[in-house]
């Protein structure tokens, strides 16, 4: 789904909307502020493949057939726009690369930078760290009593954080040690959790004056985040061991060697938030929902579990072997 928003309360009177649009307030009956995602695709359902909402002024425009949805991805035509959701997350990843406006120029000296540590080769050196992390979820999940419910969606976010942490900046959130979550990550969501409920509401001038206390509070999370991310930063710099060839030592090399893609040191920050961020909560969400849709198609499962032992032979997987899963390559793509 791709949604674009205009501050604006204009209208297209060929795009449909919701029933029962109110004066001022526009299409605030049905809203389910708990899970606007989930609420936004069921009206796709009904509306077809682009439809809008406005709320308070704020107009929404949502995309969800797929032709369309690759129509607007047509980079030659389209840009990128910060939405409100979007936008507010400036706050803890700046110029990052998700964060980041099309004009400014980190952004493509981050993605130049950054590229290397996404290819085959650098795919190979994070794979003993994947297994590790990998192997503690299970350890995990069989220290539990048999009887008791897992938290599928919980656990898929401490699995894709850890093996973020790791690979790309060897550091380690304990994430399967302990009972609570980690500060860091603690802070990380509440961050994100106030990004996300405040975005309408600071669209009126009675709103933003509501949200001064929740800012506040906010800041106190997003001064920790930076202060933890900048120790690990300075710890890299001033170590006298050579780095690990991951993604915190691709920026600090870059500013080393004077490279003409180096980075400074607080866009360095934004990066790893960004990664933090942004890298956890899209692959914990695709493998909750692959574990979903498994439990609910029994016959789909059992061929995957087939696939993997086939491929696998009982034994510890070599990177070469991972891309020979095909079926469930399949089963994470539909997902």
Request: hydrophobic residues 40%; glycine residues 6%.
């Amino acid at each position: 789904m791709s949604v674009d928003t205009t501050p604006e309360a204009t209208t297209d009177a060929r795009i449909p909307h919701p029933a029962w649009r109110l004066p001022v307030l526009g299409d605030v009956l049905g809203i389910n502020i708990r899970t606007p995602l989930q609420n936004s695709v069921s009206i796709g359902r009904e509306l077809g493949p682009i439809f809008e909402r406005n709320v308070l002024g704020n107009r929404f425009v949502f995309a969800s057939g797929a032709d369309m949805v690759a129509e607007l991805s047509d980079e030659s035509r389209f840009a990128k726009h910060l939405a409100p959701g979007v936008k507010a997350l400036r706050g803890i990843g700046g110029d990052g690369l998700f964060t980041a406006y099309n004009h400014e120029p980190n952004w493509g000296k981050a993605h130049n930078l950054l590229a290397p540590a996404f290819s085959q080769t650098a795919m190979r050196s994070y794979h003993r760290t994947m297994l590790d992390v990998a192997g503690e979820l299970v350890d995990h999940w069989d220290s539990r009593d048999s009887d008791s419910p897992v938290d599928i969606s919980a656990d898929m976010t401490k699995l894709t954080l850890e093996t973020i942490g790791r690979t790309g900046f060897s550091y380690s959130f304990d994430s399967f040690e302990r009972e609570e979550q980690h500060p860091f990550v603690k802070a990380m969501v509440g961050a994100l959790s106030h990004s996300q409920r405040t975005t309408f509401l600071k669209s009126t001038a009675l709103g933003r004056v509501l949200a001064r206390r929740a800012d506040q509070r906010d800041e106190v999370r997003k001064a920790y985040m930076a202060e933890v991310v900048d120790e690990v930063i300075r710890a890299r710099r001033t170590s006298t061991e050579p780095g690990p060839e991951d993604l915190l030592e691709l920026m600090l090399r870059a500013a080393r060697e004077n490279d003409p893609n180096r980075i400074d040191e607080l866009n360095i920050r934004h990066q790893v938030v960004t990664f933090l961020v942004a890298g956890h909560e899209t692959t914990s969400g695709a493998l909750s929902f692959a574990l979903y849709y498994l439990s609910r198609n029994p016959d789909v499962l059992a061929k995957a579990q087939a696939e993997v032992d086939k491929v696998w032979e009982g034994e510890e997987p070599a990177f070469e072997k991972i891309a020979k899963l095909r079926y469930v390559r399949r089963v994470l793509d539909e997902s």
